[in-house]
């Protein structure tokens, strides 16, 4: 079997362009508010339509992520202080419980380093983990984590950011599984406007790569999820879903309000969504 047909973000990939379907990727904090919560949180995403996911791993100093995703790191870290561990067991845990998703790792490079780079990519092979967004490892220091990634099948996810012109080529050659394109410069984010030449932009990684391409950063709308479903392969949605978790943190707190908390973050995912 090739690697291609293993990896479950290849899989996914092909089978949404037969149906002539987008990808919803969202992002969550693991451990925010909790790590079981965490499960049943990925589980809801999929019940709800999602694609993959990517499983943010907490961290005190992040580069690329706004306040939504700091506060939820925050809310982690001082909880529980969730680490790379925790994050991979959370995704073991809710494969085991029948979660089918492809799970995409999003840490810095720091955690990974001080882990050890094969222990990280043997782990996430292990624990069904297909892909990893590691946003503050540049390509010209990436050599040794993608060896250690082709070894054990993980798709190293790269970030092309609309200031990336030069650089394009250079990025998405080494690409796998897909290409992250950022809508907007800056730190994660909703917002109501986007990059002025993001179309351009995003028609110039298309004729860089025959990978899908997803985008992301600052897409919290159904109106905008359409509007990027009709140009690219998936959309990532993360800052808007991560305030959501941290809107009903309450429901979740207590038993009697629980699936409550839950239903409110489904019924958030398919208004975004909408019928695609």
Do not use: W
Not at 38 to 57: F, H, N, P, Y
Not at 74 to 98: P, W
């Amino acid at each position: 079997m090739s690697r291609t047909e293993q990896n479950r973000i290849d899989r996914k990939f092909a089978e949404l362009k037969a149906l002539g379907e987008t990808a919803f990727i969202p992002f969550i904090t693991i451990g925010d508010p909790n790590l079981r919560t965490s499960v049943d949180i990925i589980k809801t995403l999929e019940q709800s339509g999602a694609s993959m996911v990517e499983l943010g791993v907490p961290y005190s100093d992040p580069l690329a992520d706004g306040p939504v995703i700091q506060r939820s790191s925050h809310r982690a870290l001082s909880n529980h202080q969730i680490s790379i561990i925790d994050c991979i067991e959370t995704a073991r845990t809710a494969r085991k419980e029948g979660c089918e998703l492809p799970f995409i790792l999003f840490t810095y490079y720091n955690p990974v380093l001080r882990m050890g780079l094969e222990k990280v990519f043997q782990l996430l092979a292990e624990n069904d983990i297909s892909g990893i967004i590691i946003p503050d490892l540049p390509m010209e220091e990436d050599a040794e984590a993608r060896s250690y990634a082709d070894r054990h099948g993980i798709h190293i996810i790269p970030l092309v950011a609309p200031t990336s012109n030069a650089r394009i080529q250079s990025i998405v050659s080494r690409a796998s599984g897909f290409v992250y394109c950022v809508s907007s410069l800056g730190v994660t984010g909703a917002r109501t406007q986007f990059h002025s030449g993001i179309d351009d932009f995003i028609r110039t990684v298309r004729q860089s790569t025959d990978l899908p391409v997803a985008i992301g950063f600052g897409i919290s709308t159904n109106e905008q999820f359409m509007k990027f479903s009709k140009m690219c392969d998936g959309v990532v949605v993360g800052s808007a879903l991560v305030r959501q978790v941290e809107e009903v943190i309450p429901l979740l707190q207590s038993e009697e309000t629980y699936r409550e908390g839950l239903l409110q973050i489904s019924d958030f995912v398919r208004q975004l969504i909408g019928n695609r």
